[in-house]
C-alpha cells in the first residue's frame, strides 16, 4: 500500500496553532483530545487521500476536503495531492467557522 508524505504548509500550521490555542484557553482536555483527532485525520491521508471529498469543481480536481468529526461539529482540512507521494495541506479550520482563514 502506498504511503502519502504529508506536509503543512505555514499557514495550515497557523491554524492549527490558532486553533488548539483557543480551545486550550476554554478546555485543556478537549484541546487534547482534538489533537488527537486531527492527527487521525492526517493518518488517513497517508493512505488514502482519495477517499475525501473534492473542495470544489473545476479546474483542481487534485484540491479536496478532509472532514474530521470532533463533538458535535468538526474539522476541515483543505488539502492537495501534490504527487503520488506527497499530500499538502494548506489550511485548517473549524466546521462552524465561515471558510478557511
Do not use: N
Request: with cysteine; proline share 6%.
Amino acid at each position: 500500500m502506498r504511503r502519502y508524505r504529508i506536509r503543512l504548509t505555514p499557514e495550515a500550521q497557523a491554524d492549527l496553532e490558532r486553533l488548539q490555542a483557543w480551545l486550550i484557553e476554554r478546555d485543556l482536555p478537549a484541546a487534547e483530545r482534538a489533537i488527537e483527532a486531527i492527527e487521525a485525520g492526517f493518518g488517513l491521508l497517508a493512505h488514502s487521500p482519495f477517499s475525501c471529498r473534492k473542495a470544489w469543481p473545476g479546474d483542481r480536481p487534485l484540491l479536496r476536503e478532509l472532514v474530521i468529526p470532533f463533538g458535535h461539529a468538526g474539522y476541515v482540512a483543505l488539502f492537495e495531492i501534490d504527487d503520488a507521494r506527497t499530500v499538502t495541506i494548506l489550511a485548517v479550520r473549524h466546521q462552524r467557522e465561515e471558510d478557511y482563514l
